[in-house]
C-alpha cells in the first residue's frame, strides 16, 4: 500500500490556496500571506522616514490626511462661537420676551385644567360605570335562569357583586309581584346590611317600579333623595326580561355623598376646589356635602347652587368670561372669572354628555394668583436663562457632533485593532480642529505600523491567548500532540535557485502547511528555516488533540500532492517532505527574556517528535510525503484512520526506542471494519517494510 501522499491521491485533491494580493494596501494588511511572485520588496520598508522637525515621524499615516485643509484650533473656536451666540440670545430675547411668556402660561394652564378635570371626570366615570356593569351583570344572571328572585342564594350573590365593586352603594332587587330584596354596603365596605320589603309599601319605590315595568333597557333614573339616610342617590335602574315575560328589576344606587367625598380628596383649598353639578343650578358633589344635605324639596334633590353656600361659584353663568393673556382653556371647557373676600378665582367647567339621563358637569376653581404668579415669576427669573442655555447648547452639540465622530470612528478602528483585524480599518479623514487632525495623523500612523508589525506576529495565537485569558500567565504542563515538518533534500534544492526564488518557494511551502494546521485548530510554534513545528491543546483545549494533529498531516499530504501536480505542470520539480507527529506532556506557555518572550513549548516530547520526522529518511526515503506517529498517537485517534505499523526504533538523543506506525489515510479514506488488539475499528496494516505487507481490515 501506498502512503497517502503518493501517486495514488495525484489528481484526486483540490487544494484551496491563498491568492497573491492585487494592490499595495492588500499588502500592508493581509495577515498571515506572504510574499509572492508579484511582489519582491517589503511594504515596511516606507513607515518611517528621518525628518529635521520631528525626528523619526510616520509620514504612511500623514499620506492619508489633505495637507492643504484649512485648520483651527480647537479651544478658541468653541469660545468665540458660543460667546456670539450668547450675546445674539441677549439681544433677541428681548423681541421673543412677550411671544414665550403667552405661548408658556397658555401651555401651562391648558395642561392644568385638563389635569385636574379629567381626574374629576375619571374618577365620577368609575363610579357610574360600576352601576352599570352590576346592574347588567345581576339582570344577565337572573334573566339566564342561574339565580332566581326568591332563592336565599341570591343575596351571597349580590353581596360578592358588591364586594367587587367599592363605588356601589346598594342594590334593590324585585320581582313582578314587587316582593324585593336590598343590599346596602354598612359602614366597612365588607360588610353589607340585607333585608326582604314589599315594594308597594314604599312610595318612592312604587312610584320608580311602576315606571321601570314600561322600559325594556336600562337607563339612569332621577336622583333619589332618602330621608331616612339623608342622603340623595343616583340610580341606575334594570328592567329583567326573559322574552316577553317581566321578571322584576335591578336598581344600582350611588351615593351622592360619596361623590362629594371624591371632589374633597381633588380638592387643595383655597388653592382649588373642585364640584360637580346636576344640571345648571344644582349641587350634586362639593367638599362642604361629605357629611350630607338638608333636603331642599320633594322633587328637587340637590341644593340649588344660588343657597348652597359657596360665594364663588353661586352665580356660575352669569360670571365673566376669562379676560387674561395667555389663558386659553382647551375646547369644551368653560372659563369664568370670580371674586370673594378680596380674592380673584378662575372657575373651569365641562360637561359630561355621555349619560344621557344625569345632565352633570364637572367643575373646578383656582386661586388666580396661585395659577399665574408663579408662572410669571418663573418667566423673569429662567425664561432668560433657559433660552441662553438652550443656544448654547444647540451650538454645542454642533460642534461636538464635529469632534466625536472622528473620535467615535477612531473607537470602532481601535475596536477592530483589539481584534486584530487591521484590514478592517479605516484610516481617519482631515478634520478642520487641530487635535482631530493631529489625532488622524497618529491613528493612521499606527495604523500603517500595526499591520506591518502584524506579518511578523502570529495573529491566531495572539486572539487564542486573549480569549483564554493566557496572556502573561506564566508557563504550565500540558498533554499535547505536537508535529514537526521539513522538506527533503531542501538544501540541494535551494542550489539551483536565486534568492529570490527560495524566499518565494519557501513562502508558498509554509503557506500550504499553515493553513492545514490552522484549519484543525492547531498553534504553529514557529518557522524553522523550511521547517514547521506546531502543536494542538494549547492555549484553547482540543478533546483529542492526536485526532487533529493526524487529519492535519492528512490534509497537509493532500495538498502537496496537488501543488506538486502543479509543479510538474509549470516544469518544476515536485517536493518532497516528512512528517512527525507525538502525543506526550510538555511546559507550555511564556519563555524567553524579559525583552524577547515566545508562546513555545519545550520537553522531551518535542525532542521525540523531530526524531521522528526525521526517521522518515531511513523508513521511506523516496515517498513524496510521509507521516510517522508514534505510539501515543495511534492508541489516542479515533477509528477511521490508516496506519502502517512501521516497528521499534531507537532514534538519536533518546534512551527508550519508540514503537513507529505511519499514517496514510483519513477515516473518509478507510472502509475497515475489523479491530486489532482489541483497538476500535481502525484500518490497520501491519508486516514488513516492503512487498510482503499483511492487511488487517
Not at 76 to 88: A, E, F, K, N, R
Not at 555 to 577: F, S, T
Not at 640 to 667: A, D, N, T
Request: contains cysteine; proline residues 5%.
Amino acid at each position: 500500500m501506498q502512503p497517502a501522499g503518493g501517486s495514488r491521491l495525484k489528481g484526486e485533491l483540490h487544494v484551496r490556496r491563498p491568492n497573491p494580493p492585487s494592490n499595495s494596501r492588500n499588502e500592508q494588511g493581509n495577515f498571515g500571506y506572504y510574499c509572492w511572485r508579484q511582489r519582491r520588496a517589503s511594504p515596511i520598508g516606507r513607515c518611517f522616514v528621518k525628518n529635521a522637525d520631528h525626528g523619526v515621524s510616520a509620514t504612511v499615516g500623514a499620506e492619508h490626511l489633505d495637507q492643504n485643509s484649512p485648520t483651527f484650533k480647537l479651544m478658541p473656536t468653541l469660545v468665540l462661537s458660543i460667546g456670539i451666540l450668547v450675546l445674539l440670545s441677549v439681544g433677541s430675547v428681548l423681541i421673543v420676551n412677550w411671544i414665550v411668556d403667552r405661548r408658556i402660561v397658555q401651555e401651562f394652564t391648558s395642561r392644568l385644567i385638563t389635569r385636574v378635570l379629567s381626574a374629576e371626570e375619571r374618577s365620577l366615570r368609575e363610579h357610574l360605570d360600576a352601576a352599570i356593569d352590576q346592574g347588567d351583570f345581576i339582570a344577565i344572571a337572573i334573566s339566564s335562569g342561574r339565580y332566581q328572585l326568591a332563592e336565599p342564594a341570591l343575596a351571597d350573590f349580590v353581596s360578592g357583586t358588591l364586594a367587587a365593586a367599592p363605588q356601589v352603594d346598594g342594590v334593590i332587587l324585585s320581582d313582578g309581584n314587587g316582593k324585593a330584596l336590598r343590599v346596602v354596603r354598612a359602614a366597612s365596605n365588607t360588610e353589607f346590611q340585607i333585608d326582604h320589603f314589599n315594594v308597594a309599601g314604599d312610595s318612592q319605590f312604587a312610584a320608580f317600579a311602576d315606571q321601570i315595568r314600561t322600559r325594556k333597557h336600562p337607563y339612569w333614573g332621577a336622583p333619589l333623595y332618602r330621608e331616612q339616610r339623608q342622603e340623595t342617590f343616583l340610580n341606575y335602574r334594570v328592567p329583567i326580561w326573559s322574552g316577553d315575560t317581566y321578571l322584576g328589576f335591578a336598581a344600582i344606587g350611588i351615593s351622592t355623598r360619596a361623590l362629594s367625598t371624591l371632589a374633597k380628596e381633588l380638592s387643595d383649598p383655597p388653592r382649588s376646589v373642585s364640584f360637580m353639578l346636576y344640571g345648571q343650578d344644582r349641587v350634586l358633589a362639593h367638599p362642604l356635602m361629605t357629611e350630607g344635605s338638608p333636603r331642599q324639596l320633594e322633587s328637587a334633590s340637590f341644593p340649588l347652587l344660588r343657597t348652597f353656600g359657596d360665594p364663588i361659584i353661586e352665580n356660575l353663568d352669569a360670571l365673566p368670561p376669562v379676560d387674561e393673556i395667555g389663558l386659553a382653556p382647551p375646547a369644551g371647557v368653560i372659563a369664568r372669572e370670580s371674586s370673594a373676600q378680596g380674592e380673584r378665582y378662575f372657575v373651569f367647567a365641562r360637561e359630561i354628555t355621555d349619560y344621557s339621563e344625569l345632565p352633570i358637569t364637572v367643575g373646578t376653581y383656582f386661586l388666580k394668583r396661585a395659577v399665574d404668579g408663579p408662572i410669571r415669576l418663573f418667566y423673569w427669573a429662567t425664561i432668560l436663562a433657559v433660552a441662553l442655555l438652550g443656544a448654547s447648547l444647540i451650538v454645542a452639540a454642533l460642534m461636538a457632533g464635529a469632534i466625536a465622530r472622528p473620535i467615535r470612528r477612531a473607537a470602532r478602528g481601535a475596536t477592530a485593532i483589539g481584534s486584530l483585524d487591521f484590514d478592517e480599518v479605516a484610516p481617519l479623514p482631515s478634520s478642520y480642529f487641530r487635535e482631530i487632525n493631529s489625532l488622524a495623523r497618529s491613528f493612521n500612523a499606527m495604523l500603517d505600523g500595526l499591520r506591518a508589525f502584524g506579518r511578523y506576529v502570529p495573529r491566531t495565537l495572539v486572539m487564542r491567548l486573549v480569549k483564554e485569558g493566557r496572556v502573561g500567565s506564566g508557563t504550565e504542563e500540558r498533554v499535547l500532540a505536537i508535529m514537526f515538518t521539513d522538506i527533503v533534500s531542501f538544501t540541494s534544492t535551494c542550489e539551483k535557485m536565486s534568492a529570490a526564488e527560495v524566499a518565494e518557494f519557501i513562502n508558498q511551502h509554509l503557506s500550504l502547511v499553515s493553513f492545514c494546521v490552522e484549519q484543525e485548530g492547531g498553534t504553529i510554534d514557529k518557522f524553522i528555516g523550511d521547517a514547521v513545528m506546531a502543536f494542538w491543546g494549547a492555549p484553547g483545549r482540543i478533546e483529542n488533540p492526536a485526532e487533529s494533529a493526524c487529519r492535519t498531516a492528512v490534509a497537509i499530504q493532500r495538498v502537496l500532492a496537488a501543488d506538486n501536480k502543479r509543479r510538474v505542470a509549470e516544469g518544476l520539480e515536485p517536493v518532497r517532505m516528512r512528517i512527525g507527529i507525538h502525543l506526550g506532556s510538555v511546559v507550555v506557555g511564556d519563555i524567553g527574556t524579559p525583552n524577547r518572550i515566545n508562546y513555545t513549548i519545550v520537553g522531551d516530547a518535542v525532542n521525540a517528535t523531530q526524531r521522528l520526522e526525521s526517521l522518515g529518511k531511513t523508513i521511506d526515503p523516496d515517498a513524496e510525503a510521509i507521516a510517522l506517529v508514534s505510539e501515543e498517537i495511534f492508541a489516542a485517534v479515533p477509528a477511521g484512520f490508516q496506519f502502517i505499523e512501521r516497528g521499534i526504533h531507537l532514534v538519536k538523543g533518546k534512551q527508550e526506542s519508540l514503537k513507529v506506525f505511519q499514517l496514510i489515510g483519513g477515516p473518509e479514506e478507510g472502509t475497515s471494519a475489523a479491530t486489532t488488539s482489541g483497538r476500535p475499528p481502525v484500518s490497520y496494516q501491519h508486516g514488513p517494510l516492503e512487498g510482503e505487507d499483511r492487511a488487517f481490515k
